[in-house]
């Protein structure tokens, strides 16, 4: 397995409760600056330019927000409410439960606060990590969450090779298995949508097969985002990936590919009986 150096770093932040345009998101909470799990194709990579960090850097930097449990409670002090009718999603641009949380426990520690203000929205977690097992307490103890786990493959091989430091795909599906017999709410992020399952629609199935196996029946699913920064780095970070794997991650994105995609994709949703939890998500906004 690749390795390389991380530098980790006690910060203070001056915000975390962040009003957010995600779909379905009013909220965001971002404990950590960077992610060490360093997926190539992360759109997050941009966070950089906020601790002067260049996009190839991402992966190698994690920053601790150390008084993010402080401001969180001031934060909670403004909601009208207690919060009722909104969703506060943790995390957008970095994974709430990497290696760093089993130090700093900044994630876990934001949850307790929210459990007990009596928090009266909805928390969704979105992870890749089995470290969220560790909050299953705090989870029972909120009013409404639910927990998505990032599904891209059923390979181990697949997710170490997009996913370099993440934890593999296979002890994810687990964390979504142990999730749901706890009784709590899940869902499946299917997504990026890796290039080379258009033409493969046993490959897609055998991931929502995973999934269905889990007990999970709630999805996102998403197309890849090959913004030029993203795809940049994805292109150093891939540098002995096969040229003609490179030529379908280009086709992915023209429209005849993702209606393709989408098609297959739907089709198979209807199979399985999973419940879409918003249109198969395409960032064309942030194409160049
Ligand atoms: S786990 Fe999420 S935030 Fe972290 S590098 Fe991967 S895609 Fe980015």
Sequence with gaps: METSTLETKEITAKSILVPSKLPGCDF???????????????????MGRFVDKKISDWGN????????????????????NKGKGKTILLSSVTDPFQGAEAKY??????????ADYGFEGEVSILTKSPLVLNVLPILKRLK?????????????KISR??????PNVSQRLETLKKLNEEGIKTYAFFGPLLPHFVANKEEIKKVLD???QTGTRQLFVEHINLSKYIKD??????????KSFLEQFYSSQSKDYRSELNKLILDLLKEYDFELLHEIIFHKEMMS
């Excluded at 927000?65 to 401001?71: C, Q, W």
């Excluded at 409404?144 to 181990?156: F, H, Y």
């Excluded at 090779?161 to 993440?166: D, G, P, Q, S, V």
């Excluded at 970070?237 to 096969?242: A, G, R, S, V, Y």
């Design 233 to 242: 780095r994805m292109l150093e970070e891939l540098k002995d990936i096969d």
């Design 105 to 114: 426990h900044l994630s876990a520690k934001c949850l307790e606060i929210l």
């Design 61 to 80: 930097y994690v920053y601790a927000k150390i008084n993010a449990p402080d401001l969180l409670k001031k934060d909670l002090i403004k909601l009208k």
């Design 28 to 46: 965001v909470i971002n404990c950590y600056t960077g992610c060490r799990f360093g997926c190539s194709y992360c759109y997050a990579s941009f």
């Design 144 to 156: 409404n969450v639910d927990v998505g786990l990032t599904i891209t493959s059923t390979d181990d």
């Design 161 to 166: 090779y997009f996913e370099k430091f993440a």
């Design 210 to 212: 995973a999934i269905h």
